[in-house]
């Protein structure tokens, strides 16, 4: 009792204290999984001190006057993450508080043109009608994508100048000074951005489409053990597990798409070219969904509760974990070719191990799997075998999709890291012409895709190597 | 080669014209598939004319001077096509214009006492450090879903007022002018989007999350047909069907938790209630989604190269169109009850139904697919059975979270529209108590699902029956 309400007293100072330190390691959690917030925090702190510099010195000050102001609300509105998206506002920005000055001055001449009465009247109707218009715009697909924000501050600007205008006689002089702060604003958000280690999210595309052919990659090297310690414990797995790295893709469609869009605001950077076919990342990107949707399919019957006896499973064992593994592998291999930006032909080596072991299996079904009785316990197992099955055309598919990017955005070939006396080795797997790009040698690359993906993942993705300007 | 010559000429102004008829056309269809944009557009055009009258009337810009703009600025920036959005931005940025003006006049008293020279610099300390760390906070994500506008309106604000203040003596005053202007901007977007034609966003996501499970119902009713007919064909079906309907439930995910966070911000109207278990529409949806996996799965084996020979499917025809069509029926009545915001149990009939035929499924496939001696033409259609006892449990979970939803939204219970006569008929499928539901009886509800979905779907989603205030 005593200690009871003891508790109940220090209970409301002990739970903010509690909340006060939460809310710190969730600080400290947010800055440590990407540093870069951290950098971009103080970027923004940087770039509207040195954009007040407008009120501290009079001379400057004494220019603009009021309209100074506008150039802070730019950095504030226009300061982003990422390089792209910062451009893509800047110039949004830009561009239609031009135009829309250019129209709003037009509209003003036109109205002052019908007298004092008609004046009003004419620009509340133009107001109105160009309202509209531009918000019934903002809804084609299209523009909502890329140039929203430019739309928006086109109505903006219009208003603005136009109504305005009706008191203020200067209105040509309001309009210049308007959108020589904003150009003002939006080159010193761009250029703090670019020059203070510059975020892009071009960068951050290429490593996401490579982390998730790894994230697949991942989970089939180790399905097979996975699915086959489930028959000998006899147990369906816990729910959670290391493998479900793969959950994040099933969903990254719309994330993937933004990022394309804001990528092509980017300059050339690095290796990445101004017109980096972006479009062929969201193909590969696609294309791996739908592996990942195979592979939810496969992750399905780890957790399910009907499951084929150990002695039905320990029949396919060894062939469906040399399919799945295979598979496995020639994803990460394609992972870290792509992470890399070489043009690698390590992965076609394990296709084709994997497209024979997919015969293999087949053969040990037809053979040895129909020799039980019970169709319904050797139907999970079926099911899983052919899924397997069906992931080795899926990883084909990817193969093809990587390819043609590689080519597409002039990746260089990787530097062939092999003796000749191992070209002759049959062991070391088939050594195949790579179909769909232009110039590829027979060449058998040995990457050490573990290791170095793992070093890289340990890095933030704008810092991975070779990748930063 | 003269009407080649001929083509050429007209070619640029053709080609022109044909873009123009094109962009036409898709307006007109923006303008089909959801008339809202419509009136939306002279909604926003009405509000900026309204907003405009503070430049018309000299009494009201006497009195607000050149501030009076930025209710121009804020009608544009805050009125947004629902009115959860509206309200979320223009509650933020009122809400952060007051704190930050505050902040901001606080840390302009505190730099003047500190003499001319150290004014500008105390001044662009507190801009840097306040900036730093309202960026970083705006990387929290549940800053980020809710908080992030009025984050960055609250940065702006102190920006403005602090650094202005140097300059400007009447700081307090300026305070004031712009904090008014953007009460009076923020109330006029919200009043001409709650009382002209309100688009409620609750009632979209509410509405999408009972469209999505009726494309799972429309799926796999058609299921059975579509698969049976392939095999009777020998062939596998097109890449493309109207069965696809499901495919974009898939990447629903981050529109529907978009939808939820913006609902939040809304009041009562009609039957949502200010505090709407908008959670449980997400975990519905979620649900939901994982069974759109399955059915992907499934779909899967209708356009797979490897299928089963008629022979083999022929004997799970009929156990399978049964299971497939029940838990499609259920899903259907689930979808129908919870768009007219009933309590209904017209689905449990269906889903014991679909259970039962799942029991009768697996007895076929013990009796007498064993029989068949090639176990590799077995596997597909086996799976395809045990995938379709999968979605039974999905339907079932689907099923149990509409219902807590329907508790937890306190819907009316549907009125019973059966005669006592029907109850006695077994034909008519099984009446089970329904579980979870508080005070829910013992009721068989026909309802035409069918039909009044139909009627639904032509309507746009906000003018669906009884949803609208």
């Not at 994230?215 to 479900?244: A, C, M, T």
């Not at 396919?316 to 992470?339: D, N, P, Y």
């Amino acid at each position: 009792m005593t200690s009871s309400n003891h508790e109940n007293a220090a209970g409301p100072l002990t739970r903010l204290w509690g909340k006060i330190v939460g809310f710190a390691l969730k600080l400290k959690k947010l800055g440590k999984d990407d540093p870069r917030r951290i950098i971009h925090s103080f970027k923004m702190g940087l770039a509207l001190t040195l954009v007040s510099i407008f009120y501290y010195f009079k001379p400057l000050y004494e220019g603009f006057g009021l309209a100074a102001m506008w150039a802070i609300l730019t950095v504030v509105v226009v300061f982003e993450f990422t390089v792209g998206s910062t451009l893509g506002r800047g110039l949004n920005r830009m561009l239609a508080t031009l135009t829309a000055a250019a129209l709003g001055i037009g509209a003003h001449r036109l109205a002052t043109l019908s007298g004092e009465t008609g004046e009003p009247i004419l620009i509340a109707l133009f107001v109105f009608i160009i309202a509209g218009i531009v918000t019934f715009l903002r809804f084609i697909p299209q523009i909502k994508a890329r140039y929203d924000y430019g739309m928006l501050i086109f109505l903006l600007t219009f208003c603005l100048i136009s109504v305005s205008g009706y008191r203020d006689e200067e209105v040509i002089e309001m309009a210049f000074e308007r959108l020589s702060t904003i150009v003002i604003g939006s080159c010193t958000s761009v250029i703090v951005c670019i020059f203070i280690c510059p975020v892009w999210i071009g960068v951050d595309l290429h490593n996401q489409i490579a982390t998730n052919i790894e994230k697949l990659g991942n989970f089939l090297e180790g399905y097979g053990e996975e699915y086959f310690k489930v028959s000998e414990e006899g147990q369906p797995r816990d729910k959670s597990s290391i493998l479900d790295g793969y959950k994040s893709v099933l969903s990254s469609s719309s994330k993937e798409e933004t990022m394309a869009n804001l990528a092509r605001w980017e300059p050339r950077h690095g290796k990445f070219r101004f017109r980096h076919p972006w479009k062929q990342y969201l193909k590969v990107g696609s294309i791996t969904r739908q592996c990942a949707f195979k592979i939810e399919a496969l992750n399905s019957y780890l957790i399910s509760e009907i499951q084929s006896p150990p002695e039905v499973r320990s029949i396919i064992q060894e062939a469906s974990t040399a399919v799945s593994s295979e598979c496995g592998k020639a994803l990460k291999e394609l992972a870290s070719a792509l992470r890399k930006m070489t043009k690698s032909s390590a992965a076609e080596r394990h296709i084709a191990n994997s497209k024979d072991a997919a015969e293999n299996l087949k053969s040990v079904i037809r053979s040895s799997l129909s020799k039980h009785d019970d169709i319904l316990q050797i139907i999970p197992a079926g099911a899983v075998a052919s899924l397997l099955c069906e992931v080795v055309k899926c990883t084909e598919e990817i193969a093809d999709a990587a390819h043609k990017l590689a080519s597409l955005a002039h990746f260089k070939n990787a530097k062939p890291k092999v003796t000749p006396e191992q070209k002759e080795l049959p062991s070391q797997g088939i050594v195949q012409p790579v179909s769909g790009i232009d110039g590829m040698h027979h060449v058998i690359t040995i990457n050490e895709p573990s290791q170095s993906l793992q070093e890289n993942r340990n890095l933030p993705p704008a810092m991975a190597p070779r990748m930063e300007v």
